[in-house]
């Protein structure tokens, strides 16, 4: 959420960042909500100071022992016209929250301004695609050679866009899952979190998955709960309502979680495969820190998100976001593309952004400064770190052999007791 004071002050900047960004947002309806808001609070505060007043002159009269008939006739005319100015106070209130639920976050001024992913700038590569003797597979013609994906029962047990994982895929994504873990933790410095994968309508409000992006979540009608399309959710809301100490800052968070998502609008998008699947294993990495901070605690996030491809010897590329891009809380975001020879392009595989105090202004999340004074809201940032699903795809085409087998990073190979190959 904006800050209010904000888009009061400065609505011609709102107005362009949103354009930048491709809204149908119009801040001039902001304007006038707001304008009538604090028109009706004003007549409410003015009739509830001549209600005072007339209430200490009705005293008076009465002490006096004169008749007060008149003034309480006035005081039950001010009463009934308080009540009806309380509930188009409550309306105008209820129908600016809702615009301001709607609006994005501001980009940050080094975000570059395009329209779509096409104009998306190429930050870095890393590692070299390596180069085949012959025409590399898909991943899903690998995993049903080799016995391990079986889209097919996937589809009998729930329906498309789920799979179920056998024997050694089973396991090399249980290794992946705890490799991501050990190295955020151990190395990184993220606490491991084991969260609820079910949410209230409030905590997927605080990180803006609600009201804007219902249609991509799974609810829960009978109970108003949320399946989370990621542990951002839950380990963004950890603190919500409360005020931190500026001593507890930067805090870090790692949660491998299963992840739920509608894939609404992705109709003919990916049909086949683990690129993009209803559940799905992800582990997420968030951090709370000082305003200050945060763009520093951006890079030091991509490079953890990069540390585990290097580490898994995975070509890749990473792009800045352009403003039409971007997701609806950040206020910049890395993405980082993994190289997929089967596919023969880069891929998505982590995302990780800075949401400014957008969150936390919606959760009211703050920090009391170490130097006193009010309490601030705390910036939070996230990143895969990684989606099991999209790594284990990666390590399948980028180790495939021309036999049909799979060699395995030697990272990986401890989580596998030695394996060194799939065949």
Request: glycine share 8%.
């Amino acid at each position: 959420m904006l800050d209010l004071k904000l888009l009061q002050r400065e609505p011609e900047l709102v107005a362009r960042a949103l354009a930048d960004r491709g809204s149908s947002l119009d801040v001039a309806e902001f304007t006038a909500l707001d304008a009538r808001r604090r028109a009706l609070l004003g007549e409410v505060e003015a009739l509830k100071a001549e209600r005072n007043s007339v209430s200490a002159q009705v005293a008076e009269r009465k002490r006096a022992g004169q008749d007060a008939a008149d003034l309480i006739e006035r005081m039950g005319e001010v009463n009934a016209r308080i009540k009806a100015l309380d509930q188009e106070l409550e309306t105008a209130q209820a129908g600016l929250d809702d615009w301001m639920l709607a609006v994005p976050n501001i980009p940050h001024e080094s975000v570059p301004v395009g329209r779509d992913e096409n104009d998306n700038p190429e930050l870095s590569r890393w590692g070299e695609a390596r180069t085949f003797s012959f025409a590399p597979k898909e991943h899903w013609e690998l995993g049903e050679a080799l016995g391990g994906l079986d889209f097919e029962r996937g589809a009998k047990l729930a329906g498309s866009r789920f799979v179920v994982s056998r024997g050694w895929a089973a396991r090399l994504e249980r290794a992946l899952a705890n490799f991501f873990l050990d190295i955020n933790t151990r190395e990184h410095g993220y606490t491991e979190m084991l969260t609820p994968l079910m949410v209230n309508r409030q905590t997927m409000t605080g990180t803006g998955q609600l009201p804007k992006f219902a249609e991509d979540l799974f609810h829960l009608a009978d109970w108003d709960y949320f399946l989370i399309p990621t542990a951002e959710v839950s380990l963004t809301n950890l603190y919500a309502g409360e005020i931190v100490d500026e001593s507890e800052l930067p805090m870090a968070f790692a949660a491998q979680t299963p992840c739920f998502r509608s894939e609404a609008g992705s109709y003919g998008k990916d049909t086949k495969g683990l690129i993009r699947m209803h559940q799905f294993t992800k582990v997420e990495m968030v951090r709370y820190t000082q305003p200050e901070a945060s763009y520093e605690n951006l890079e030091l996030m991509r490079g953890h998100a990069e540390a585990l491809l290097q580490r898994l010897e995975l070509p890749y590329r990473v792009i800045t976001l352009c403003t039409g891009d971007m997701g609806f809380a950040a206020c910049k975001t890395y993405d980082i593309e993994v190289w997929l020879p089967g596919q023969g392009k880069y891929r998505e595989i982590s995302s990780c952004s800075n949401c400014g105090d957008f969150q936390a202004r919606r959760m009211n999340l703050r920090y009391r400064p170490a130097g006193g004074g009010k309490p601030l809201y705390v910036h939070t940032l996230n990143g895969s770190g990684l989606p099991v699903g999209r790594t284990l795809v990666a390590v399948m085409e980028n180790g495939q052999q021309e036999d049909g087998s799979i060699v395995l990073p030697r990272a990986l190979r401890p989580y596998m007791d030695g394996l060194e190959r799939i065949a």
